[in-house]
């Protein structure tokens, strides 16, 4: 149950993040007008000459000065881009929080929705042997806050998070400088819901739009006497990227301009060093459940935007991410409980 003092002001900040404008390109600070230092010398020529003042001393203060005012004005300039782009990344970071809330709350309803709907006893749910809390899901709760919104159905179904399908399908990435990483958020979100009774396996599909409050909802059961199987399909495509695709990418992502220069004088020094390269990656992952009728039904289980120089499957050190032990740990506890035999 959601307390009411939990319950989000509007849904306005969801679309004001997606649809945030960055402005944070730098602005051009101009060098000093030659007819400021040209005037300010004729004026200084005119005033100190009459007043008694060597005519050359009197035209170079008079640059000097002009100068000086100039370079003042240009810091002041300076100072408030800054300023303009630090208020700029906090509203973003603010509306991303706030979408971020709002995203949970929403998960949270439309899974105790539609378990409601399922008319399952949780007596009768089948208690799996880990809680299956994928990345997806940790970005939104923490663990201790999803057991006190769910109880015992954590360990008793198995949620599934990705980006859903729509034709207004929205996405932006997020760069937390406090720690420096990354954030990639999804509208509207695919909530996939699996619970295992004693005679059937039911699987919740729900598209959940945060931005208008609307969403669809998919309710099937399956025999498990139907399932001849439950097995994985993963995906990891690269795209190498140019510098002027990375700085595009960028900009599409969400990052502010001054994060693509950031980046682009990263590649530079790497390209330089070490040779490395910046990409964009996509990593799916799917269940796919094969019945005796010849059909096969695909579940969502994830789907990550990955950007920026990282090793690919077969470059990293370790050979499987916790995520992808998961993940398997998952497939194989389902098929042992589809197929006890």
């Known amino acids: 149950m959601i307390d009411k003092e939990e319950q989000p002001v509007g849904r306005d900040a969801v679309e004001k993040f997606f649809t945030f404008y960055f402005d944070g ?51 002041q300039k300076l100072e408030k881009s800054e300023a303009e782009l630090r208020e700029n990344q906090q509203e973003l970071a603010r509306l991303a929080r706030e979408t971020q809330k709002i995203q949970s709350q929403d998960i949270i309803k439309a899974f105790l929705r539609v378990f409601e709907r399922t008319l399952l006893d949780r007596d009768e749910l089948r208690l799996l042997e880990q809680k299956y809390v994928l990345d997806a899901e940790k970005d939104l709760f923490g663990e201790e806050s999803l057991e006190d919104k769910l109880g015992d159905l954590v360990n008793k179904s198995i949620r599934l998070i990705s980006r859903g399908e729509s034709s207004d399908s929205k996405f932006r990435k997020v760069y937390w400088r406090d720690r420096s990483e990354t954030e990639t958020f999804f509208n509207p979100l695919r909530l996939v819901c699996l619970f295992l009774a004693e005679k059937q396996l039911v699987i919740c599909d729900v598209t959940i739009d945060s931005e208008t409050g609307s969403l669809k909802e998919e309710i099937n059961r399956y025999s498990l006497s139907q399932i001849v199987s439950i097995s994985l399909q993963a995906e990891r495509r690269r795209l190498n990227l140019t510098k002027d695709q990375i700085a595009q990418t960028a900009r599409d992502l969400g990052y502010d301009e001054k994060r693509v220069n950031e980046l682009e004088a990263t590649l530079d020094a790497d390209d330089k060093v070490k040779g490395k390269k910046w990409s964009r990656e996509e990593s799916t992952s799917l269940l796919k459940i094969s019945r005796t009728d010849g059909g096969t039904l695909q579940v969502p289980i994830r789907s990550e935007l990955l950007f920026g120089d990282h090793d690919m499957a077969l470059d990293q050190v370790e050979t499987l991410t916790q995520e992808e032990i998961t993940i398997d740990r998952m497939v194989n506890e389902l098929n042992r409980l589809v197929n006890p035999t």
Do not use: C, H, R, T
């Open 25 to 75: 390109k730098d602005q051009e600070i101009d060098s000093p007008a030659w007819w400021w230092i040209a005037g300010g010398a004729v004026i200084s020529f005119i005033f100190l000459s009459g007043a008694g003042f060597n005519p050359i001393i009197s035209a170079a203060v008079g640059g000097v000065g002009v100068y000086w005012i100039d370079n003042w004005f240009k810091k």
